[in-house]
């Protein structure tokens, strides 16, 4: 299975209705309108 990162899951997700909710440090939470199901996301920033 190919990995992916944060940033390109969260991409996805928002072409298939999640909104993201809130950040919390570096995790986003993502969840659709009408439903109780929550995703967290880490997204890492590379700092150089």
Not at 19 to 46: C, F, T, W
């Amino acid at each position: 299975m190919k990995s992916i990162s944060g940033k390109e899951l969260a991409k996805v997700l928002e072409k298939h209705g999640w909104a993201l909710l809130r950040i919390q440090s570096s995790h986003h939470i993502y969840g659709k309108q009408d439903s109780n199901i929550r995703l967290s996301v880490p997204i890492m920033e590379i700092r150089h």
